[in-house]
Structure formats: C-alpha cells, structure tokens
C-alpha cells in the first residue's frame, strides 16, 4: 500500500554483497599490519564524500572549500595496492597522506579550524603499523607530524574562505569528534593486532 516501504531490492542487495566483497578482496593482505593499514585507508577514503555534509549540517552552508580535500583521496585508494607490492611502502603512504591532507586542509580552512587534531592519528598510525625494526620508519613519520603542526602553518597564509568565530568553533568540535572516533578505530585495530599476536 502506499504507506508502506518496498522491500530492498534483490538486484541491489546483490550489487551491494559484490562491492562489499570486492572490497574485502581489494583489502586483504598476509601481513596483518598492511591489512591493517588497508582498512584504515579505504575507511578514511569512504568517508571524505561525506565530509562536506558535516561541514553544512556543523558548521555553515560554504562547504567549496572542503572540495580540496578530495585531492588525497586517490593516495588513501592506492595504500591496499601498493601494500601489495611492498607493504613497508604501503604502511608509509597511509601516514603520509594523512598528514598532506591535514597540512592541505589547515592551508585552505585555516588553523582555527582545528583540523590540525588530524596530526594525532597519523603519529598513532606510524606508532601502530611499524615493527621494530622499521622504527626509523616510525620516527620520520611522527617528525614530519610534529614539524607540520610546529612550523608549516606559519606559511600557510590566509584561509580559502574566513569563516566566523562561531563557525570556527563549530569547526573545532567536528574536526575534534571526527579524530577521536578516527583514533578509537585505529586503537581497536591496534588492540586486535595485540591479541592475535599473542594467540
């Protein structure tokens, strides 16, 4: 009856188990700390076509310059196939893409933002993903992540667009909550690498 929703379709849900399954493929890995890595990548990747819609339902309806951040888009993409080549190289593109759009992103939102948070999962990551003996690998990271928080923003200039002090509040909290759930995941990541090493 017309009150009544349609049953999901069983074409779509056939689509959506073959994408879900290429996925699943696409990250897949042996080595745990690579498929580790995959997951966070294509899980960074699926959500920045949402970022614009956080930024208008948070912080105010000029999203254009949240376009930008798409540019690191196809780096987050490209971490499961190059793990496949080299999972060391893989492992050190996720980090690294991180903070290229975090820097992108304090460029053109401007450091009020709070966008710079981003800084933190990108120095877990390189802290997680690493064993110890690639912790040469794990020190150039979290430097270039301290370096880019300390000394890139003095030559960002002015912002794509200057928001308010209200809407750069805004900004804060979002920025704040959406890196904190991006370090919760990471830390469950981390915590599950810890048991099945430990079994």
């Known amino acids: 009856m017309g009150g009544q929703s349609l049953p999901p379709s069983p074409v779509g849900l056939t689509v959506m188990a073959s994408i879900l399954k290429a996925v699943r493929s696409y990250a897949r890995n042996d080595d745990p700390l690579a498929e580790a890595a995959n997951a966070i990548a294509l899980l960074v990747a699926s959500s920045q076509p949402f970022y614009p819609l956080y930024v208008y339902w948070s912080v105010g309806p000029t999203i254009w310059p949240t376009a930008f951040t798409f540019l690191s888009t196809p780096f987050f993409l490209l971490v499961p196939a190059l793990n496949g080549v080299s999972t060391v190289a893989g ?4 980090p690294l893409a ?17 966008v ?7 120095a877990l990551i390189a802290c997680l993903l690493f064993r110890p003996n690639e912790r040469m690998a794990t020190y150039a990271v979290v430097l270039l992540a301290i370096l880019s928080f300390t000394v890139f923003g003095r030559f960002y200039g002015e912002p794509a667009h200057a928001y308010t002090g209200e809407e750069y509040a805004d900004f804060v909290a979002l920025n704040a909550f959406s890196a904190g759930m991006l370090s919760c995941f990471i830390g ?3 915590a599950n690498l810890i048991a099945a090493a430990r079994r």
């Open 188 to 190: 469950l990541l981390g």
């Open 98 to 114: 991180g903070i290229g759009n975090t820097v992108l992103s304090a460029a053109v939102f401007g450091v009020q933002s709070g």
């Open 91 to 94: 492992r050190i593109l996720l």
């Open 116 to 122: 710079e948070v981003f800084l933190i999962p990108c």
